[in-house]
């Protein structure tokens, strides 16, 4: 059983930074697709992030490039989103996931973890 597990989120002002971490367990992830979500309140889930677990490809919304770096430690079976130069628009709950390469969905997912960003 994949388990994913956030931590990492808080309160932040703008300019400031804040890194998230994803705990994956239940499996070997080395033909993953590791990703970060966010969802703000009353708008979509959109996609931020993702990373390859084997190679380190990394992939990032227009809206993070250049803010936002995703990376993965092997050895922790963890993921991190460091995020910097936050900006209120930000604000959301950011969730870790996970797919198979070939797959097209992701279809493992963690709780959640508040990112608020202050004015």
């Known amino acids: 059983q994949v388990q994913l597990v956030e931590s990492g989120g808080g309160l932040v002002q703008a300019g400031g930074s804040l890194r998230l971490s994803c705990a994956a367990s239940?499996?070997?992830?080395?033909?993953?697709?590791m990703g970060w979500f966010r969802q703000a309140a009353g708008k979509e889930r959109e996609f931020v992030a993702s990373?390859?677990?084997?190679?380190?490809?990394?992939y990032y919304a227009d809206s993070v490039k250049g803010r936002f770096t995703i990376s993965r430690d092997n050895a922790k079976n963890t993921v991190y989103l460091q995020m910097n130069s936050l900006k209120p628009e930000d604000t959301a709950v950011y969730y870790c996931a996970a797919r198979l390469i070939h797959n097209n969905e992701y279809d493992h997912w963690g709780q959640g973890t508040q990112v608020t960003v202050s004015s």
């Open positions: 990373i390859t677990w084997s190679g380190g490809s990394t």
């Open positions: 239940g499996r070997t992830f080395s033909n993953y697709l």
